[in-house]
């Protein structure tokens, strides 16, 4: 059995992407190219949201990718505990974060010479460049890390606005890479999810 048949017969026996990774002994980004269009059900998405302790429906929509346990708060987040972040604030430490992780990929990073542009930087990755709009997230009703879908005018994004949508968690120190096609029916919110995590695979043109 081929590699990717393998791990469709893994997903539909409800193994996440991570699971499916180790026992293949594959790259977790070559397991989502495989399972594509296979997500996880509506009934095994209910019963991973009570194994993590998360009461009730989905905070988007059933076809989001499957929630998970992220990462535990960092000992900086627990150090700031009780300050008041402005959103200048919370905007500046976002983009430090997505820079950071951007310089470590080896690529040219370019910022917008005016305020107020939809796309925060363009980042060149391995010879491809790619819009990236950068947003701070905030912690929803369960305690899950949301990124609004909206511009600071609260007004819809358009597909032409950016090619990616990269949110920076401040509790776990977490950055989640999401593409148009995982948000375009979900026009609010995105919920933190295995799929997205650190997932800069994507910006090579890969996924």
């Known amino acids: 059995m081929s590699g990717s048949k393998e791990a469709l017969a893994l997903r539909e026996q409800g193994a996440s992407l991570s699971e499916i990774a180790a026992t293949l002994g594959v790259a977790k980004s070559t397991v989502s190219v495989w399972v594509r269009g296979n997500p996880l059900s509506p009934e095994e998405l209910k019963r991973r949201l009570r194994v993590n302790g998360v009461k009730g429906k989905l905070v988007s929509s059933a076809s989001l990718p499957q929630p998970w346990a992220p990462p535990q708060a960092t000992r900086k987040y627990r150090e700031l505990a009780g300050k008041d972040l402005s959103s200048l604030s919370k905007g500046r430490i976002a983009e430090a974060a997505i820079l950071f992780r951007l310089a470590l990929l080896g690529g040219d990073v370019l910022k917008p010479v005016f305020d107020g542009s939809k796309v925060d930087l363009v980042a060149v990755v391995e010879g491809h460049s790619v819009r990236v709009q950068v947003k701070f997230m905030h912690r929803g009703r369960y305690g899950q890390p949301l990124l609004p879908v909206k511009t600071?005018?609260?007004?819809?994004?358009r597909r032409t606005d950016f090619d990616f949508l990269v949110g920076y968690d401040l509790e776990t120190d977490?950055?989640?890479?999401?593409?148009?096609?995982?948000?375009?029916?979900?026009?609010?919110?995105?919920?933190?999810?295995?799929?997205?995590?650190?997932a800069w695979w994507k910006l090579s043109g890969t996924q």
């Open 152 to 157: 600071s005018r609260r007004k819809p994004y």
């Open 174 to 198: 977490s950055a989640y890479v999401f593409s148009w096609g995982d948000f375009e029916n979900n026009r609010a919110v995105v919920a933190a999810c295995e799929e997205a995590h650190e």
